[in-house]
């Protein structure tokens, strides 16, 4: 397949080229930069250091015999995008090209604007130049598990629900609630997929998944194919802070309760899921949802996880507490449906607590580089806060 990957240069975006590349597909990757420039504005940066694109590309040529092409840009420039599409008519197009940050999109009105307006449009651009230059591709965008919210019921796998009204039966899209405004830009593309896929017929599949934690994946075989590693307070993800934390002796920064729930997986097994989402299309014209995830956690029990792996290494690491600077229940019915992908032949390889381990010993040659960075890492963007600048 020739497979067209917005957001190539990201956390997910590297990894899951270099797979696809691995499986004899033609990998396109797409990307402004961004990522780089915003973890540097809130003066941080990624915990392994990572090469420029023409660095990572040429490494993939050498270790692996890769061949990636790449065009940087922004796919908010709606002429940039569709130029993109119309020279490349990718049989399928990953969609990872948006601002990923909860705490960013809450840092001020000027975040929570740049969060929305660069996820909305980026989607809608993409919408537009498939429909003009290639609607029969297969649209794969990335939601998030977050734009559910955490509901008293069981959250469906599915974009409609039936509803009865004061005696009056319907259906409903499937109720959202998000806790940032980043997760309700997520909402927001769901929305907008759901409408160009009864107005346009376009395909798409449209995938909620959890936080993702880890270093590897089977084609990470060397320090110049890394990916990138975020830690701070604002663009870093809790298993990958809580494993740089136990390295550099910071007592976990368990917020709240800690009994907030949440389903993870491995960079591995997102890597996994997604190849077999992309080669397994839905039908031309469908919407399809896919929740990806692996292990329902709490924060405490992934606090304890790691604080066990340490040990296990001669590292002691104490959890700490923090009063919760965001707004969410942290005592709450989860239960989310996941049948798209194990019908696909989805098989999670490792468990977090098998992980946890390598992680933190991939992360201790960084320390040095870690550490400069440790005024970053304590929770300060608060979401009761309308302006959280430091
Ligand atoms: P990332 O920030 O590392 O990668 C996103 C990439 O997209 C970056 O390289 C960035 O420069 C690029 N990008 C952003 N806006 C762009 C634009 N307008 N034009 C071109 N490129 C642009 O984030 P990630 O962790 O790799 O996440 C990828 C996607 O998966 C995101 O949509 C994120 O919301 C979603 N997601 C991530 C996780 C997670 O735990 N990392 C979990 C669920 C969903
Ligand atoms: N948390 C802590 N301590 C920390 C960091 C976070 O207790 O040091 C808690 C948070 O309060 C929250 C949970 O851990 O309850 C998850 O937070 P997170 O920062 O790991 O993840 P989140 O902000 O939800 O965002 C991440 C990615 C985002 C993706 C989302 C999937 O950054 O791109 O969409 O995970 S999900 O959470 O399912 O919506």
């Given at each position: 397949m020739k497979v067209v990957v917005l957001g190539a240069d990201g956390y997910l975006g590297w990894p899951l080229s270099l797979r696809l590349l691995a499986r004899g597909h033609d990998v396109?990757?797409?990307?402004?930069?961004?990522?780089?420039?915003?973890?540097?504005?809130?003066?941080?940066?990624?915990?392994?250091?990572?090469?420029?694109?023409?660095?990572?590309?040429?490494?993939?040529?050498?270790?692996?015999?890769?061949?990636?092409?790449?065009?940087?840009?922004?796919?908010?420039?709606?002429?940039?995008?569709?130029?993109?599409?119309?020279?490349?008519?990718?049989?399928?197009?990953?969609?990872?090209?948006?601002?990923?940050?909860?705490?960013?999109?809450?840092?001020?009105?000027?975040?929570?604007?740049?969060?929305?307006?660069?996820?909305?449009?980026?989607?809608?651009?993409?919408?537009?130049?498939?429909?003009?230059?290639?609607?029969?591709?297969?649209?794969?965008?990335?939601?998030?598990?977050?734009?559910?919210?955490?509901?008293?019921?069981?959250?469906?796998?599915?974009?409609?629900?039936?509803?009865?009204?004061?005696?009056?039966?319907?259906?409903?899209?499937?109720?959202?609630?998000?806790?940032?405004?980043?997760?309700?830009?997520?909402?927001?593309?769901?929305?907008n997929i759901l409408f160009a896929n009864k107005v346009l017929k376009l395909t798409f599949t449209d995938i909620m998944q959890g936080p993702v934690y880890g270093t590897r994946t089977k084609e990470i075989t060397d320090e110049k194919l890394h990916t990138r590693f975020d830690f701070d307070e604002v663009w870093g993800t809790v298993v990958n802070r809580f494993c740089v934390e136990s390295v550099l002796g910071i007592p976990l920064t368990v917020y709240g309760?800690?009994?907030?729930?949440?389903?993870?997986?491995?960079?591995?097994?997102?890597?996994?899921?997604?190849?077999?989402?992309?080669?397994?299309?839905?039908?031309?014209?469908?919407?399809r949802v896919a929740n990806q995830f692996v292990e329902l956690l709490s924060i405490n029990q992934i606090a304890e996880t790691v604080q066990k792996a340490a040990k296990r290494l001669g590292i002691e690491v104490t959890i700490g507490k923090h009063e919760n600077p965001r707004v969410e229940a942290d005592r709450h019915h989860y239960n989310p449906e996941i049948k798209v992908l194990p019908g696909l032949g989805f098989k999670p390889k490792l468990k977090m607590a098998d992980?946890?381990?390598?992680?933190?010993?991939?992360?201790?040659?960084?320390?040095?580089?870690?550490?400069?960075?440790?005024?970053?890492?304590?929770?300060y963007t608060n979401w009761r806060k309308t302006e959280n600048a430091r």
């Open positions: 396109i990757g797409v990307d402004n930069f961004v990522t780089r420039k915003n973890v540097k504005e809130v003066g941080s940066d990624s915990a392994i250091p990572i090469p420029a694109m023409k660095d990572r590309i040429k490494a993939a040529k050498d270790i692996h015999g890769f061949n990636m092409k790449f065009h940087e840009g922004d796919i908010t420039d709606y002429e940039f995008l569709h130029k993109v599409m119309k020279e490349e008519k990718p049989d399928a197009v990953v969609h990872f090209a948006e601002t990923r940050s909860a705490p960013y999109s809450m840092i001020n009105a000027k975040h929570a604007t740049y969060t929305l307006t660069n996820n909305i449009s980026g989607t809608i651009n993409l919408i537009y130049s498939m429909m003009e230059t290639n609607p029969s591709a297969h649209v794969v965008k990335m939601g998030t598990m977050g734009e559910y919210g955490t509901p008293n019921f069981d959250i469906p796998e599915s974009a409609y629900v039936d509803v009865e009204i004061k005696g009056r039966k319907d259906r409903i899209t499937t109720p959202k609630f998000a806790g940032s405004w980043y997760h309700w830009s997520k909402v927001h593309d769901t929305n309760s800690g009994q907030q729930v949440r389903g993870y997986l491995s960079l591995e097994d997102s890597v996994q899921a997604l190849s077999l989402l992309i080669e397994n299309p839905p039908e031309h014209g469908e919407y992980l946890t381990g390598q992680l933190i010993q991939d992360l201790v040659p960084y320390k040095e580089h870690m550490s400069r960075f440790h005024n970053r890492i304590l929770p």
